[in-house]
């Protein structure tokens, strides 16, 4: 089974740009897509309309915007290490925030990388490109813990 990708990012045109740069870099892996805060949560943890997992287990890596509606990537953050079954899921913190305050918040929270999106689009290629090539092949993921 193919490792997937939440992306979590309420800006269509950061979602389009995100999945363009993906696509460009051949990382063919299936991505799930969460609009807010809430519905990652939902994803993750299979509640409301995400009972069935997309796209078999959990997923191989979040990258998670801190910017979003309903509840922000950092509320996300601490629920996701707050819980037993999300406590050790890669989480990469990728946003357009260059606030100082929202890189130490995010790596006391628990991400595992900060990452700031380029504006240039050949950067921000080369940035995803070194993303998939470190979460989706050279990373040793933690093994599962039983729910």
């Known amino acids: 089974?193919?490792?997937?990708?939440?992306?979590?990012?309420?800006?269509?045109?950061?979602?389009?740009?995100?999945?363009?740069?993906?696509?460009?870099?051949?990382?063919?892996?299936?991505?799930?897509?969460?609009?807010?805060?809430?519905?990652?949560?939902?994803?993750?943890?299979?509640?409301?309309?995400?009972?069935?997992?997309?796209?078999?287990?959990?997923?191989?890596?979040?990258?998670?915007?801190l910017k979003l509606p309903k509840l922000d990537g950092l509320e996300v953050l601490k629920t996701l290490r707050a819980d037993p079954r999300t406590r050790l899921l890669p989480v990469v913190v990728l946003t357009s925030s260059r606030e100082e305050q929202d890189v130490i918040a995010s790596y006391s929270l628990g991400a595992n990388s900060y990452i700031r999106k380029p504006v240039d689009f050949s950067k921000f290629i080369e940035a995803v490109r070194q993303l998939g090539l470190y979460w989706l092949v050279l990373n040793e993921a933690p093994p599962q813990e039983k729910q």
């Open 1 to 65: 089974m193919e490792r997937s990708i939440l992306l979590v990012e309420d800006n269509p045109d950061d979602r389009e740009l995100t999945l363009r740069a993906l696509e460009k870099n051949n990382i063919l892996n299936p991505v799930i897509l969460a609009s807010d805060g809430v519905e990652a949560l939902d994803i993750l943890f299979r509640r409301g309309a995400h009972t069935q997992p997309q796209f078999g287990e959990t997923p191989a890596v979040v990258l998670l915007d």
